[in-house]
């Protein structure tokens, strides 16, 4: 597996890391824990350095899983997890103060058996703490040893400026995909202005690049995407337009659509570290199949051409979640 480095912060990562939200939470039922470690190891053994998280995943029990999966391999992994977002009861509340940063840097560090959190995130930003005293918070944690780099998670512009003239951000995390490209008109040229890494999460859709969904689909009520727009059955069904264009470039090369996909997002910029996830050992290795393949230019441009002729149905959060984004 080849490695890129996170914009100028110099955390060198694998071209493709592993979301590990998913086996624990969001997407059904927690899958075994011992099955889940192994399949770490399995991806720690195919080159994979780059592990995400986050606190409220569970919540904790992910942070967790990895701590105990991740242990043997201290010091060759880069582990990123996440702060900001409170469980009230079943209700998520956002939550940057100072106080419970603090109080939650020192949760992650004991869950995920580290001196040191890697890459540490603001989940979503906090509307009534303004964000350079976050930034101010993470400087000390980093003085202190206790982070080595910060990031930021679905920010709006203008808050990832005040943040990084505060304390260099090294990487920012959103959704991107060719289901989702609004980070290209103004992310994308900011992140580089600013020299900052760029980690898409759900690079695969939420799994309907792979093809393997349609409007038949049913999800479990734990499953996020069963609240979520894009998934209706009507929208489905209007989006399978994107996933015949990706079948024919895939058969063309005699690739998957999921690798196409994520071959799709690592060619657009060489400081893009996509993190798809995954409870299945085939897709897992499907996956990281997908760093060894080229996209030429002339095939990005048309791929990119027929791309921006398809309007995406539904949108990617409901409501109540849609409001925390891009502030």
């Not at 569970?58 to 990123?80: D, M, Q, S, T």
């Not at 058996?113 to 906090?126: A, G, P, S």
């Not at 350079?132 to 080595?148: S, W």
């Not at 005040?162 to 991107?176: C, I, K, L, M, T």
Request: hydrophobic fraction near 40%.
């Amino acid at each position: 597996m080849q490695k890129r480095k996170l914009g100028k912060s110099g955390l060198e990562v694998s071209a493709m890391g592993l979301g590990c939200m998913g086996m624990s939470h969001g997407y059904g039922p927690a899958s075994d824990k011992k099955e889940m470690i192994s399949l770490i190891h399995v991806a720690i053994d195919r080159g994979v350095t780059f592990f995400d998280t986050a606190e409220v995943y569970g919540p904790y029990v992910n942070e967790e899983l990895l701590g105990e999966a991740l242990a043997p391999f201290k010091g060759k992994v880069v582990i990123a997890t996440k702060f900001g977002i409170q469980m009230a009861g079943n209700k998520q509340v956002l939550d940057s103060s100072p106080e419970q940063i603090r109080k939650s840097v020192e949760g992650s560090l004991k869950r995920l058996k580290v001196d040191t959190i890697d890459l540490y995130y603001q989940h979503r930003v906090d509307p009534n703490v303004q964000i350079e005293e976050v930034a101010r918070v993470l400087q000390e944690l980093i003085k202190e040893g206790k982070v080595k780099h910060w990031g930021l998670s679905e920010s709006g512009i203008e808050t990832i400026r005040r943040a990084h003239a505060v304390q260099p951000v090294a990487a920012v995390q959103s959704e991107y995909s060719m289901m989702w490209r609004s980070p290209e008109k103004e992310l994308l040229p900011t992140l580089e202005e600013l020299g900052i890494g760029f980690v898409p999460f759900s690079p695969l859709g939420k799994g309907f690049l792979t093809g393997k969904i349609d409007k038949k689909a049913t999800f479990d009520n734990s499953d996020f995407r069963s609240i979520v727009p894009r998934f209706k059955a009507d929208n489905m069904e209007a989006n399978q337009v994107l996933i015949e264009l990706i079948e024919k470039v895939a058969a063309r090369k005699d690739v998957t659509s999921a690798q196409i996909a994520l071959a799709w997002v690592l060619a657009q910029k060489p400081w893009i570290v996509p993190i798809p996830g995954t409870r299945k050992l085939e897709r897992l290795e499907e996956n990281l199949g997908a760093a060894e393949i080229k996209l030429t230019q002339i095939e990005l441009n048309d791929l990119n051409n027929a791309l921006s002729k398809i309007e995406i149905s539904g949108n990617r959060y409901p409501e109540e979640y849609a409001k925390r984004v891009g502030k």
